[in-house]
Structure formats: C-alpha cells, structure tokens
Nanobody, 119 residues
C-alpha cells in the first residue's frame, strides 16, 4: 500500500506565502509524476502543478509565476512553494502520485490540506 503524508497548509493573509509538502511511502517501484490539485467548495478539483521524474513541470495558468513545484526523488517527496497568495487560492489542496507499484501503473491521492487566504 501507499501512504501520502501532506503538510504545510494553513491560514495566511493575501500576499503571503505557504509551502506544502507531500511525502510518499510504501510499495513504490518508481514515481512517475507527483503533483498538487485543489478544490474549492462548489468547484471541481483542478490541477495546480505537477512534476515528473525528469523534473519537467506543468502549472495551471492562474498560478504561473507565483507557485513553484519541486521534488526530492530520493525521498519521494514533492513540495509546492506558494507565493503572492490570493483569496481565490483558498481551497483544499490534494497531493497526487502516479507511480509504478506491484500491480502496475497506479494512481493515489492524499487526504488534502486546507489553504485559506484571508484577512
């Protein structure tokens, strides 16, 4: 089984910063992609950013230039540095891993960490 441990969410004022972390453990032969999605109440869950094993990144247009995703391959950990946060960034942020496991290519989600941007 795989476990994803997310941390770093919280309450921050507009213009502030937060750093999310997600550590994956378990039967993981190779991580293919790790990333973050977010879901605000009443909205669908959307991709925020992702990074593959080669280090290539992908960002939602609304966070480009403000958020940065990075990864520690040796620790199967992904980070999301969020700067210049806006109220519209408020959401539940989910870590996602796509990996090779004992049953082939698999997909797993974390439980989510709340990010609230407000005065």
């Amino acid at each position: 089984q795989v476990q994803l441990v997310e941390s770093g969410g919280g309450l921050v004022q507009p213009g502030g910063s937060l750093r999310l972390s997600c550590a994956a453990s378990g039967t993981i032969f190779k991580v293919i992609t790790m990333g973050w999605h977010r879901q605000a109440p009443g909205n669908q869950r959307d991709l925020v950013a992702s990074i593959n094993s080669g280090g290539s990144t992908n960002y939602a247009g609304s966070v480009k230039g403000r958020f940065a995703i990075s990864r520690n391959n040796s620790k199967n950990t992904v980070y999301l540095q969020m700067n210049s946060l806006k109220p519209e960034d408020t959401a539940l942020y989910y870590c996602r891993i796509f990996y090779w496991g004992d049953k082939g290519a698999l997909d797993y989600w974390g439980q989510g960490t709340q990010v609230t941007v407000s005065t």
